[in-house]
């Protein structure tokens, strides 16, 4: 990385991380790394992950792309959790269901592995669009009885949307487990800041940045929240089921453009950028914490990893 691209304001690296139980996945441009704290010290693997749009050009560009960025990223986040799970002391693992047994004895291990993979990515994204989606449009629905404004409904949905998601989130800081996990999602952030600073990559170089960064997936989602409001106040129905039915098409359409503004204000460092980032920021108070220091050793090592030989390659 040349000292002119370090010094640029609107330098930014294609890196991106995401919290594991007990460890860090880091994606960079040509590979991604897991890297698993164990008793025995940091556990690293390291893979070159194979994306659909890479086949598809199609699916990789701009507002087509939001949407399938976020679908691979739940499978690959998925896998590195299920990594992550089978690295923790057999006490601490959880022991497979009789639905396991049976899929893995009828189809193969290998095989099942992925199938239950694709199983959980397919029910993680149901419940998503069930709790985020479906469910404040069919309580939005009650406001039909109040007034026939479809504006008001749209914006009561919204906030209703909002209001379920952040709710959900307070709730999952209440978990012990998962505060570690937020723990680790701050020392990724704080790595990868310390990094896109030209700064080495050390302990006391990395505590030092801060825990909330522009390009979060939460952010991402707190983002699709808001767009929502504005897209599907284009699209009103009287009927709650058509509405329902309309949220999830547009559904695509509400990512594309929420993952184009999330790229876009990583990007830049301007007021713009910095008004499309605050509400990302601002929720992130709940989905990270300061971590200590072997968490932050842990996000360093899986950053290494990752960062490109040839220069300028980490670059948008």
């Known amino acids: 990385m040349s000292k002119k691209k370090k010094a640029a304001e609107d330098f930014r690296t294609s890196i991106g991380g995401q919290a594991l139980i007990e460890g860090i996945l880091m994606r960079g441009p040509t590979k991604q790394s897991i890297v698993v704290c164990t008793a025995d010290g940091l556990v690293p693997k390291v893979e070159e992950p194979h994306f659909i749009r890479e086949r598809y050009k199609i699916l990789g560009w701009p507002l087509i792309r939001g949407a399938v960025v976020f679908i691979e990223s739940m499978v690959y986040g998925v896998k590195a959790l299920t990594y992550s799970a089978s690295m923790l002391p057999e006490e601490e693992q959880d022991q497979p269901s009789k639905f396991d047994k049976w899929v893995e004895k009828k189809v193969g291990a290998e095989k099942a592995e992925k199938l239950l993979i694709n199983f959980a990515v397919f029910l993680g994204i149901c419940l998503s669009v069930g709790l985020f989606v479906l469910l404040p449009t069919l309580l939005a629905g009650f406001v039909t009885d109040l007034t026939e404004s479809s504006v008001l409904r749209n914006l009561t949905e919204g906030l209703i949307r909002i209001a379920i998601f952040l709710l959900y989130m307070y709730f ?143 670059t948008w």
């Open 172 to 314: 999952c800081t209440k978990s012990s487990d998962l505060r570690r996990v937020f723990s680790y999602h701050g020392a990724e952030h704080k790595a990868i800041f310390c990094y896109e600073k030209g700064l080495p990559l050390t302990v006391e170089n990395v505590r030092i940045h801060s825990r909330f960064h522009p390009r979060c997936g939460t952010s991402f989602l707190f983002v699709v929240m808001i767009i929502s409001i504005l897209v599907f106040s284009f699209v009103s129905w009287s009927n709650v089921w058509i509405r329902m039915g309309m949220r999830i098409l547009l559904l695509p359409v509400v990512m594309g453009i929420a993952y184009e503004i999330n790229r876009w204000a990583g990007r830049h460092d301007n007021w713009l950028s910095a008004v499309l980032s605050a509400p990302g920021k601002a929720l992130q108070r709940l989905t990270t914490a300061e971590p200590d220091d072997g968490m932050i050793e842990c996000s360093i090592e899986a950053l290494k990893l990752v960062i490109p030989e040839e220069e300028g390659l980490d």
